[in-house]
């Protein structure tokens, strides 16, 4: 069966998000002809459309926001003296999380990739190098995934901070807590005794 | 490690097949064509998730058909387990015991298989993406961290080609990232040299004694490996930096070694004759099934694809009293009189006829 044309564009605007393949943009679309009221349907666009008029990235850190700036850079009580750099606006959430971090953040937007075409000056570093003039900062925290991009990015920004008197550090990776050292794969295991720490 | 059957659906020419093995010698015969190699193959496949055949793994779907499957029941350390691989237009899935593992370097090396196959003279007289092939599959099947370096090494080479690329057209050149870019490389590349060498060494003290006895001679075999580059990485690296960026490409790297052969001190490429060149990979054959047994505890199964009868009846007993009575042997022949049967026992015989197999009894007298 063939659906009609505005059915099949909404089907298609489904499949953009990650994680949904034809047969789940086609129950989601279905279900949004026949079972929202039109009130819904509005509401939903609505949302959509606050998103495109209110949000934006934050002009200092970079994260997703409605203020500018953001509610942790505006934040007078925070420990101005360190900065979290993570990939993306979603590793924020993760990390606030936490509850046991109280400074600063700066978001990459992104991963240096070669292959992908992404370079040094295509994700947002030059704020970062901004934001580092100002004295406060101590420390910054490097907490790009530990893929091989999220690695690259962090070894390149550990090399431009050389000889700044910036503490840079980067997040250990290794057995997860709580986990039996038995049951970790070798590979795991052996990237956890190479960050291993003076106890 | 045991095989015990062995069910394939829409593998090559198989729609459905089903089997159920001897513990020790199985001998599968029939003509050409009729699929007895890719019984071998899809056993190949189960262990390695790769066909020694071919590298596109599309190849072994059934034409007109959606994806093949492999599935298995197999016995090692005492226990039977359910393997199952699955092939894909997309890509392929590999499940253990039900449970569908996230990475294939978690399932590789749960069933080992040292294979022989005509073709793999071509190891000596082939050209060297043969033998680093061959070493990464054979390395791959005992060190998941030799898989994670590899496929890390791989990714990150795609990386530094073609930043060298993209440098080739700026003006002004980012050299902090290439510096990174390399040292990320041979982070990896280190490591690989290393158990490269390691895995060669081994394999070349127990090969040179198979050698000797296979061929009844004092023989020497050398197997030597030829690193693209095994020491002051760095400098080495550096100092083919501008050469790199005009050729987009990178000069040093695993991706560059190989493995040189010798016998009494002469290359075996250019000197050694046919049987000589079967020999010698008959020795590393072997030696690859004492060293997987030494790591693993127990031995691989084998898989001998037409090579039997192309051995004198000297090599073909040495290679059969060579096998130890604990491995699974899985044999394809076209012609079972060419096979020395009173050297065997515990076995079963096959026979295929256009994809559909039945088991021989032994006393019939056309054997
Ligand atoms: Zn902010």
């Keep these: 069966m063939k659906y009609p044309r505005a059915l099949d564009d909404l089907l298609e605007s489904f499949r953009k998000y990650p994680g949904v393949g034809k047969k789940t943009a086609e129950r989601y679309a279905l279900h949004t002809v026949t079972k929202f009221s039109e009130e819904e349907i509005d509401e939903i666009i609505g949302s959509f459309q606050r998103i495109k008029t209110e949000i934006f990235d934050c002009p200092i850190c970079g994260n997703i926001t409605d203020q500018n700036p953001c509610y942790i850079c505006k934040d007078d009580s925070r420990d101005k003296s360190k900065i979290i750099v993570v990939e993306e606006s979603k ?18 937007k992104g991963a240096i ?4 075409g992404v370079g040094p000056e295509d994700i947002n570093l030059s704020s970062l190098m901004e934001r580092l003039k100002d004295d406060k900062i101590k420390e910054v925290i490097l907490a790009t995934n530990l893929s091989n991009e999220g690695e690259t990015t962090a070894l390149y920004i550990r090399r431009i901070l050389e000889g700044s008197g910036i503490f840079v550090t980067r997040i250990a990776h290794g057995i997860p807590a709580g986990a039996n050292i038995e049951y970790a794969d070798e590979v795991t295991l052996s990237k956890a005794l190479e960050g291993r720490r003076e106890f | ?8 659906s829409n593998f090559r020419l198989y729609e459905t097949f089903k089997i159920s093995f001897n513990d020790h010698i199985n001998i599968i015969k029939g003509n050409n064509g009729q699929g007895k190699t890719t019984i071998l193959e899809s056993l190949y496949f189960l262990g390695l998730t790769k066909s020694h055949k071919t590298n596109n793994d599309k190849d072994v779907i059934k034409n007109n058909t959606q994806y093949a499957k492999i599935n298995s029941l197999i016995n090692f350390n005492k226990k039977d387990s359910q393997l199952s691989v699955v092939i894909s237009k997309t890509g392929k899935k590999a499940k253990y015991n039900q449970i569908e593992l996230s990475k294939l370097s978690e399932y590789i090396g749960i069933l080992n298989v040292v294979m022989f196959a005509p073709e793999d003279i071509e190891l000596i ?59 990320q490389l041979l982070g990896y590349l280190d490591d690989i040299v290393k158990t490269r060498k390691d895995f060669l060494n081994k394999i070349a003290k127990i090969a040179i004694l198979k050698y000797q006895e296979i061929s009844k001679s004092n023989d020497q075999l050398q197997i030597k490996y030829i690193p693209s580059i095994d020491k002051n990485y760095k400098t080495e690296f550096l100092s083919k930096y501008q050469y790199d960026i005009i050729t ?6 695993i991706h560059k070694d190989d493995v040189e052969f010798y016998l009494n001190d002469k290359p075996a490429k250019a000197h050694c ?15 690859l099934i004492d060293f997987i047994k030494s790591i693993k505890g127990d031995f ?10 192309e051995l004198d009846e000297i090599r073909q007993n040495q290679l059969l009293k060579n096998i130890n009575i604990n491995t699974q042997v899985f044999i394809t022949t076209t012609n079972i009189k060419e096979i020395n049967l009173a050297k065997i026992n515990n076995y079963k015989i096959f026979e295929i006829n256009n994809g559909q197999i039945k088991e021989c009894i032994k006393d019939e007298p056309n054997l």
């Design chain 1, 91 to 108: 590793d924020i959430i993760v990390m606030e999380k936490m509850n046991s971090y109280h400074g600063l953040y700066h978001v990459l």
């Design chain 1, 113 to 116: 990739s070669p292959s992908n």
């Design chain 2, 1 to 8: 490690m045991k095989v015990k059957n062995l069910n394939l």
């Design chain 2, 125 to 183: 007289k082939g050209n060297p993406q043969l033998r680093r092939r061959f070493l990464d599959l054979e390395i791959g099947q005992i060190s998941k961290k030799y898989l994670f370096n590899l496929q890390n090494y791989r990714k990150i080479l795609k990386e530094r080609n073609n930043l060298l690329k993209s440098m080739q057209q700026k003006q002004v050149k980012d050299f902090i990232l290439l510096d990174i870019i390399t040292d």
């Design chain 2, 248 to 253: 987009g490409s990178t000069s040093y790297g």
């Design chain 2, 273 to 287: 004759s046919q049987g000589e060149i079967r020999s010698i990979v008959l020795s590393i054959k072997l030696a």
């Design chain 2, 300 to 309: 691989p199964i084998l898989l001998l694809d037409d090579v039997l009868s």
